[in-house]
C-alpha cells in the first residue's frame, strides 16, 4: 500500500505544480498540461506552446488549425488557465 500513497503523490505533484506536459498520450496531456500561467516567462510559454502545436501536428495530420486550437482551448477550461483564456479572448490573433 505504501509503494501506491508515494505513487500517487509523485502523480499530485507533477500535475498540480505546473510540472511539463507529459505528451505520451492524450489521456497524459490532460493529465499533465502545464498552466501557461506557470511558466516563467514568455520565452516559456512559447516554447510550451511549440511543444503543444508539434505534438497535436505529429498526433492529428489532419487537424486543421481551428480544430488544434478548439483542443487547446478545452484543456485551458478544464484546467481552469483563465488568466490565459482572459488573454486569448482579448488577442485571439496571437494564439494560445
Keep these: 500500500m505504501k509503494p ?5 503523490c509523485a502523480l499530485l505533484a507533477t500535475t498540480t505544480t505546473g510540472g511539463a506536459t507529459d505528451y505520451t498520450s492524450e489521456a ?5 498540461f502545464q498552466y501557461p500561467e506557470s511558466l516563467k516567462n514568455d520565452a516559456e ?4 506552446l511549440q511543444e503543444f502545436r508539434t505534438w497535436m ?14 483542443y487547446r482551448l478545452y484543456l485551458l477550461e478544464r ?15 496571437h494564439g494560445i
Design 4 to 8: 501506491l500513497a508515494v505513487a500517487l
Design 28 to 32: 497524459t496531456v490532460i493529465a499533465t
Design 45 to 48: 510559454r512559447a516554447s510550451s
Design 57 to 70: 501536428r505529429t498526433r492529428h495530420p489532419d487537424w486543421s488549425g481551428p480544430k488544434i486550437t478548439g
Design 79 to 93: 484546467h481552469h488557465c483563465d488568466k490565459a483564456l482572459a488573454e486569448f479572448r482579448a488577442h485571439p490573433d
